[in-house]
């Protein structure tokens, strides 16, 4: 007999999606005709399946509220952006390239800055509460800031993200202790760790809290990242609100024009360099996509 259910996507690994459908988890795969649409079903989609002999199939992905390819994550209410200022330090680009792709899909980002016992990266912390982000420094080590990030995700499905070995299942472990979620050593002579997670599962912390644990990327992976049109990449960047529209072109790019209130912002000090460094990086590899590609 052919059941019919609808559930959510709680883990995607090697072709096999498990499906949350009320107290039950399906193992199932995927119609070949979604990925023929270009439309791989992610952690988090919320399906619809059928069930056979107990063996499941995801028949139809629903509408979804957003979506991410790296990390492959779908639906979510926020992304917590992991970071660190030792073993391994984090690059600001990496954590710009992620928060603008949230921005340009309006999902809210929080930066979360483990291994504080070890170094508070009080640097990192200025440039963002500066850019007006929401920022939290913690220690899995000490327990420093958990609750007060255990306070910001309850209640929401969030995705933590950020570079291998920054401590996101450390942290989800201090969180949720039960979980007992395999943690790696992080190499002292190349400064970066292991993928201890290589695929994307969703957690169920309880109180309505739920926290996708993804994969951890290096500098390299940002090629992977999708692309923001460069017409639309001022937006991502919040710092920039205050100053778009009052450049003396309409259609300023905020690089070379004269007159530009955002570039007159940061020789004043309001905007960040490192923000503006990334957005630069970031519109240049937006100038090399070709309309065509993007279809």
């Known amino acids: 007999m052919n059941e019919r259910k609808t559930g959510r996507i709680v883990r995607s690994i090697s072709g096999f999606y498990d499906v949350r459908a009320g107290q039950q988890l399906i193992t199932c795969r995927a119609r070949g005709i979604l990925r023929k649409e270009g439309n791989s079903p992610l952690t988090g989609d919320l399906v619809e399946i059928s069930v056979e002999n107990g063996k499941g199939m995801v028949e139809k992905i629903l509408p979804r509220q957003n979506h991410f390819v790296r990390p492959a994550v779908a639906n979510v209410d926020a992304l917590v952006v992991f970071a660190a200022n030792v073993n391994p330090v984090t690059e600001p680009f990496l954590i ?5 792709i949230a921005g340009d899909q309006e999902v809210p980002v929080y930066l979360c800055i483990n291994k504080c016992d070890l170094d508070p990266a009080m640097d990192l912390e200025r440039i963002y509460r500066n850019a007006g982000f929401t920022v939290i420094c913690t220690s899995a080590e000490t327990g420093e800031g958990v609750e007060q990030l255990w306070e910001l995700i309850k209640g929401k499905l969030t995705a933590f993200t950020g570079n291998s070995g920054v401590g996101k299942s450390s942290i989800l472990n201090r969180l949720c202790p ?12 190349l400064g970066r760790g292991r993928h201890t997670t290589r695929h994307v599962e969703l957690y169920d912390l309880g109180e309505g809290t739920y926290v996708a644990d993804t994969p951890g990327f290096s500098s390299f992976d940002t090629d992977m990242m999708e692309i ?10 919040a710092d920039f609100a205050p100053y778009i529209g009052k450049c003396q072109f309409h259609d300023c790019t905020h690089r070379k024009e004269p007159g530009c209130a955002v570039t007159a912002a940061l020789a004043a000090g309001e905007i960040e360099p490192t923000r503006y460094d990334s ?4 519109y240049e590899k937006a100038s090399q996509i070709k309309q065509w590609e993007l279809k």
Do not use: H, M, P, W
């Open 178 to 189: 039960q979980l007992a979620l395999a943690t790696g050593e992080v190499s002292e002579k």
């Open 96 to 100: 710009d390239r992620v928060a603008a």
């Open 279 to 282: 957005y630069l990086r970031l």
């Open 228 to 237: 923001i049109l460069k017409e639309n990449l001022q937006y991502a960047f």
